[in-house]
């Protein structure tokens, strides 16, 4: 296993492959996102504490290049986990550990991507992977929405949007516009929303997010 670390700023742009990626010179360069980068097609599970072992499948990549397989996350760095290379067709099957650095660090959604290795031009992009406490629960901060009838969704400062579910869901309606801490496990997505947490307990935000200030 090859590590090598790099500092990257995502945009929510970014994220969604039309904004750009800024990197610290003096370790990972990583040229602007544009157009062309691919999904990873899947990474299973979707969720996970330090230790998970994700495994990765991709296509649609250059034939036979030597890539990095790596953990990203919204406003942090990325730590490569695996260097690999895609087969003739532009698969390619890869496996990582979520780094022991995440322990206790169960309040924010990575991503995993895939660059080249000769410049680190990003590829391909997964959908968010969880982090977990030993639990199974995430915790996450954001603003309450109604999403139509009887669909409270948690817009997250992580960037990721969660329908809420639940047996205490239905008393979020009265909580629209404010901001909470949610805990819970990973649901099954609805209302329209591929990501879903099955509230566990609610909590008043810590501090005023500077985002909505």
């Known amino acids: 296993m090859s590590v090598r670390r790099g500092t990257v700023m995502w945009s929510l742009l970014a994220l969604l492959g039309t904004g750009s ?3 610290d010179q003096a370790a990972a360069q990583v040229p602007a996102v544009g157009t062309g980068i691919t999904h990873v097609r899947r990474i299973d599970p979707r969720s996970g504490p330090a230790g998970t072992t994700i495994r990765v499948q991709a296509d649609g990549l ?9 953990l990203a996350a919204v406003h942090s760095g990325y730590e490569v986990g695996v260097t690999t290379q895609t087969n003739g067709r532009g698969e ?14 169960w309040d924010h959604s990575e991503i995993v991507v895939v660059l080249t290795q000769a410049e680190s031009r990003m590829l391909a992009m997964s959908d968010p992977f969880h982090i977990t406490n030993d639990e199974g629960f995430v915790q996450r901060t954001g603003v309450i929405e109604m999403v139509g009838v009887g669909c409270p969704v948690l817009q997250s400062f992580d960037g990721v949007a969660y329908a809420l579910v639940g ?8 909580s629209a516009g404010h901001q909470l801490q949610i805990e819970g496990p990973i649901a099954d997505g609805t209302c329209g929303l591929q990501n879903a947490i099955e509230v566990r307990e609610i909590h008043l935000a810590p501090q005023v997010h500077p985002a909505t200030q």
């Open 21 to 23: 990626v800024i990197a």
């Open 62 to 70: 250059p034939v036979d290049a030597l890539v990095f397989v790596a």
């Open 92 to 105: 390619l099957v890869a496996v990582l550990t979520v780094p022991d650095r995440h322990e206790n660090h």
């Open 167 to 174: 047996s205490q869901a239905p008393s979020l309606a009265a």
